[in-house]
């Protein structure tokens, strides 16, 4: 019993047998999904409500990622405020910083994700954060987490470190703010010593996993595109870590999801183990 709490599944990678991929998941134990609703840019937004809505077991997040902050205009906040009333919608995001690829000037990523922050906290949602940091640097982590914690951290709403690359302190801080940690495929990656170093030492009852499908496919599955299935191979690798069975970090994580989103299993979300 697993679930894949971020997969981006309305993407053309998926065109050709995205029912077959979601059936693969289920087939494999994936109880639930969430779709990430970024899309190619505000436009876009409303792409996982779509798709969610055709699955009892789907739920949808709607957002600007910082690549698309460049786009973002009084229209599109507004659609999505009214977007966000959708009871398939459970958070807001991805959002948050983006310095490796710098798509969007900096400043307008700050921005645009300080004005989520706002809409998300009027819709009473938590935010699923976006961190990416130029090379050989913290910069976009200690914009990132100052942001949150001027902005967001007295609303008591919290979020999710989505496929988290940062270090202890970082996840630290994020845990104090009332975040969840959750990780993707990289952490199976060889050289993900301190992601792995950070998955250690996260309390069990605040970690989440994920894919991030179609990308960071994991070991063994690296270089291949990723899909909801292979969450199985996070989830082995923070078995192996934490010295705990698969069962029981299938069982905590998705604990975790319901508890941290307030939602109730229904009878169509649950499947059987493999």
């Known amino acids: 019993m697993y679930v894949d709490s971020h997969c981006h599944l309305d993407g053309p990678k998926f065109d050709s047998d995205r029912d077959e991929v979601i059936a693969r998941a289920r087939a ?11 899309g190619d840019g505000p436009d876009e937004v409303d792409c996982a409500i779509r798709l969610a809505e055709k699955y009892d077991f ?28 959708n009871p398939k919608v459970i958070a807001w995001g991805e959002i948050g910083l983006d310095y490796y690829y710098d798509h969007s000037p900096r400043e307008a990523q700050k921005e645009v994700f300080v004005r989520q922050m706002e809409l998300a906290a009027g819709a009473k ?76 030492e996260v309390p069990l009852d605040r970690i989440l996993i994920e894919t991030d499908s179609p990308y960071l496919a994991p070991v063994p599955y690296r270089g291949k595109r990723n899909e909801p299935a292979f969450v199985i191979e996070t989830a082995r690798k923070l078995s192996e870590l934490r010295n705990l069975s698969l069962e029981e970090i299938g069982l905590e994580t998705t604990r975790n999801f319901y508890n941290f989103f307030k939602l109730t299993e229904t009878t169509e979300s649950k499947v059987a183990s493999p």
């Not at 494999?28 to 970024?38: C, K, L, R």
């Open 125 to 200: 949602l938590p935010i699923v954060i976006h961190c990416r940091p130029s090379d050989n640097s913290d910069d976009a982590w200690d914009d990132c987490l100052a942001l949150i914690r001027e902005h967001w951290a007295s609303r008591g709403l919290g979020g999710v470190l989505h496929c988290f690359t940062g270090n202890w302190e970082q996840a630290k801080s994020a845990l104090d703010m009332g975040f969840m940690i959750s990780f993707a495929g990289n952490l199976t990656f060889p050289k993900a010593v301190s992601i792995r170093d950070a998955a250690l």
């Open 58 to 85: 789907m739920y949808a997040t709607l957002g600007i990622h910082p690549h698309e902050a460049r786009l973002a205009n009084e229209s599109a906040y507004a659609r999505m405020a009214e977007l966000a009333r």
């Open 28 to 38: 494999s134990g994936v109880q639930a999904m969430v779709a990430i609703g970024n």
